[in-house]
């Protein structure tokens, strides 16, 4: 059994990591490439850097700062925003990219993930699915970071990019962004129990017992979070000592000693 991963997200702004609540107020947290060393080196398992204007402004994800950011990274780095079709993986994954995320060209067009996976393989491909409840309950897919309203059930839109070929699922809940109080435990686990491929829990982290429902009752295999680190709160390494704490099989960490 693969362990819970714990994934520090970089959300990049104008190459500088910003933070809000339900992806708006955005405010500066500071250098994309020190804070991923930072974070590496209190622990966390992977970084996701996510270049959230690309989009929304018709552009592609900034090259530039994904490569320094990569050179300062063993751990695995997964990188979304600005995809707009299977040939702007190529160019991330040369840049340093471990794995990618796509979120509005795959809604415009799914084969983007297919043919993603067909090259580079579904362990390079990660559907980004933002997801907010609606009056009856049920959750709806957001695209261009979290300003576009789909039609697409968000629990059958993720089934379906497993299908497509996606290795993997980031799901982040936008009620639940930068609120602090814990994930969206019944949107985790509808997506989890929906699908045969690693869920990641995204939005809502506000202390060590959010990753512990995420992983047990909300079945998700990592969970990402960033605020209550770049704010200083708390530390990957705290909060995979709670884990552990709790006999949840995260990796474990080790602080580094001096010689």
Sequence with gaps: MLRPRVVVCLDVKDGRVVKGVNFEGLRDMGDPVELAARYEAEGADEICFLDISASHEGRGTLLDTVRRTAEVLFVPLTVGGGIRSADDIGPLLRAGADKISVNSAAVRDP?????????????????????????????????????????????????????????????????????????????????????????????????????????????????????????????????????????????????????
């Design 111 to 259: 084969s983007v993930l297919t043919e993603g996976a067909r090259r580079y393989g579904a362990q390079c491909i990660v559907a980004s699915i933002d997801a907010a409840r609606q009056d009856d309950g049920t959750w709806r897919h957001y695209t261009h970071g979290g300003r576009t309203r789909t039609d697409l059930d968000a629990v059958a839109w993720a089934a379906s990019c497993a299908d497509h070929g996606a290795g993997e699922i980031l799901l982040t809940s936008i009620d639940r962004d930068g609120v602090r109080g814990g994930y969206d435990l019944e949107l985790t686990r509808a997506v989890s129990d929906r699908v045969d491929v690693p869920v990641v829990a995204s939005g809502g982290a506000g202390e060590a017992a959010h990753l512990r429902d995420a992983f047990l009752e909300g079945h998700a295999s990592a969970a990402l979070l960033a605020g209550i680190l770049h704010e200083g709160l708390t530390t990957v390494g705290e909060l995979k000592a709670a884990l552990t704490g709790w006999n949840v099989p995260v990796r474990p960490y080790r602080r580094a000693t001096s010689p």
